[in-house]
Nanobody, 126 residues
């Protein structure tokens, strides 16, 4: 069930930047860990980044370290993914995910316990 609303996708050139937003119109995210996943033909579904409820603890998959930054503003009930130095291999549908468990956000998303965004295409191409 889609409970998160995403924005900020689109087509970018290699080396460009993009900021994704994920907001929760129907619940308070301040106690939830947040994360971003992406789906591409290869390698399939991949966890990109996660953060705890305060945003102080963050994790990234190796391929995006140093280029993508996850953050959140609990006062705005919104999480963000800043994407810099975009590469063609970043092309995917990106989904945000919220769960009370940081462990599930990191590696074991579960639709029965967490909430997903609707997914937005990001295409990196010259």
């Amino acid at each position: 069930q889609v409970q998160l609303v995403e924005s900020g996708g689109g087509m970018m050139q290699p080396g460009g930047s993009l900021r994704r937003s994920c907001t929760a119109p129907w619940f308070d995210i301040s106690t939830y860990a947040m994360g971003w996943y992406r789906q591409a033909p290869w390698p399939g579904s991949e966890g990109v980044s996660s953060c705890d409820s305060t945003g102080e603890t963050t994790d990234y998959t190796d391929s995006v370290k140093g280029r993508l930054t996850i953050s959140r503003d609990n006062a705005k009930n919104t999480a963000y993914l800043l994407m810099n130095s975009l590469k063609p291999e970043d092309t995917a549908i990106y989904y945000c995910y919220a769960d009370l468990s940081l462990d599930r956000v990191r590696s074991r998303p579960n639709a029965a316990t967490g909430y997903w965004g609707q997914g937005t295409q990001v295409t990196v191409s010259s």
